[in-house]
C-alpha cells in the first residue's frame, strides 16, 4: 500500500508538505503542488479517511439520505445538494431508506460512525425523533424535504397539502367527481400530506367521492398494478379521475389503462406529483405537482453549510410551494 511517506520521498519534499497539499493546499506552492499532484497520480496514492479525521476532527464528507432513490425527483435533488456541497470542498454519499423508516434509522448510524460533518436527509418518518437525537449529540441534520416542519431542525419546507390542494381543486373544477388517491404507505410524511391537501378540497364539494388505493410503494409497476385494477372495474364504478401522489406511480397507472383501453383524460384524468423529466414525454403527457428539485437541493446544501461554519445563512425558513403543471393526461374545463 502506498504511504504519504512515499509520495514525499517521489516528489522530493517532506511528509508534512504532502499532508498540506492534502489538507491545506494554499500553503503549498503551485510548482511543489504539480509535483506532487503528479507523484499521486503516478503511485495512486489514497489518503486514509479515518487518518484525516483523527487529525482534523472532520471527515470532509457528507452523509445524505433520501426516501427512494429509484425515484428521478431524488436523483435531481442530490445533484444540486452535491453541486453545492462539491463547491465547498465536501464529498457526499448518497443511500436510499426506500421508504422505510428502519432503513434509515441503519443508515443515520452507519453515516455517524463514519463521523461525517453533517446529513441531509429526506425522511418519510413525520416523528423525526431520531434525527434531533443525532443532531443533538453533534452530527448537524438539515432535512432536504420537510413537508410538516420538524421543531429543533433546520429544513427546507415544502408544502404538500397546497401541492395536494392544487390537484383536487383543478380536478373537480373539470367536472370530475369519482376520485381517486392512488399513493403509498401511511407512514410517508411527504405523501402522506399530499393525500391530506386532496381530502379537504374534495369533501367541501357535494356529489364528490374519493376512493384511496395504498401500494407498498409508488414505483411503476404497482402503479400499473393500480391501473390494472382499474381497467378491471365495471366502467360505470370506475374513478373517473385519479390522482397519484408521485409521477413514477402515474405513468404506471396511465400505461395500464391505455393497454387496457381506457381513454386518458376521456375516461380517467390523471395527476401526477413531482414533474419528474418523463412526465412530459409519457403517451399521453402528465398533468402534475412541480416541485423546483434543483431548488430544494441547493437550499439545503446551504443549510448544512451554514450549520458547519461555511456560510451565512438566510434569514427566515427556507419554503417551496409546488405548483400545477396542466399537460395533456387532465387539460382542465375547456377541453372534454
Not at 32 to 56: C, D, H, K, M, N
Not at 270 to 284: C, F, R
Request: net charge neutral; with cysteine.
Amino acid at each position: 500500500m502506498v504511504s504519504i511517506h512515499d509520495v514525499a520521498r517521489d516528489a522530493g519534499v517532506s511528509a508534512g508538505t504532502v499532508s498540506n497539499f492534502l489538507n491545506r493546499p494554499h500553503k503549498v506552492s503551485p510548482a511543489t503542488s504539480s509535483r506532487i499532484r503528479a507523484v499521486v497520480e503516478e503511485l495512486g496514492y489514497v489518503p486514509r479517511l479515518s487518518a484525516r479525521q483523527l487529525r482534523w476532527g472532520r471527515s470532509g464528507v457528507v452523509g445524505m439520505c433520501v426516501v427512494n432513490a429509484a425515484n428521478p425527483y431524488f436523483a435531481d435533488v442530490v445533484a444540486a445538494a452535491e453541486g453545492a456541497l462539491e463547491e465547498a470542498g465536501l464529498s457526499v454519499v448518497v443511500s436510499s431508506a426506500h421508504e422505510s423508516a428502519r432503513k434509515q434509522t441503519t443508515l443515520l448510524g452507519l453515516f455517524e460512525q463514519m463521523r461525517v460533518d453533517g446529513v441531509l436527509v429526506a425522511t418519510p418518518d413525520a416523528e423525526a425523533a431520531e434525527l434531533r437525537e443525532v443532531d443533538g449529540r453533534g452530527t448537524p441534520v438539515v432535512l432536504v424535504d420537510d413537508g410538516g416542519g420538524q421543531d429543533g431542525l433546520d429544513g427546507v419546507l415544502v408544502d404538500h397539502r397546497a401541492g395536494g390542494r392544487a390537484a383536487a381543486h383543478h380536478l373537480l373544477a373539470s367536472g370530475r367527481r369519482r376520485l381517486m388517491v392512488a399513493t403509498g404507505p401511511r407512514g410517508v410524511q411527504q405523501t402522506a400530506r399530499r393525500e391530506e391537501g386532496f381530502r379537504e378540497v374534495v369533501a367541501a364539494v357535494p356529489g364528490a367521492t374519493l376512493e384511496v388505493v395504498r401500494s407498498p410503494d409508488l414505483g411503476l409497476g404497482l402503479g400499473e398494478a393500480v391501473g390494472r385494477a382499474i381497467v378491471a372495474t365495471p366502467a360505470r364504478e370506475r374513478p373517473d379521475a385519479v390522482f397519484a401522489t408521485n409521477d413514477m406511480h402515474a405513468l404506471g397507472v396511465e400505461h395500464a389503462l391505455l393497454s387496457g383501453g381506457v381513454r386518458v383524460p376521456g375516461d380517467v384524468a390523471l395527476v401526477g406529483y413531482d414533474d419528474i423529466p418523463y412526465a412530459a414525454y409519457s403517451a399521453v403527457p402528465l398533468t402534475t405537482v412541480r416541485q423546483p428539485r434543483a431548488a430544494i437541493g441547493r437550499a439545503a446544501a446551504r443549510l448544512l453549510l451554514a450549520r458547519l461554519g461555511r456560510e451565512v445563512a438566510d434569514t427566515g425558513p427556507v419554503a417551496h410551494v409546488p405548483e400545477l403543471v396542466v399537460r395533456a393526461s387532465a387539460p382542465g374545463p375547456a377541453i372534454s
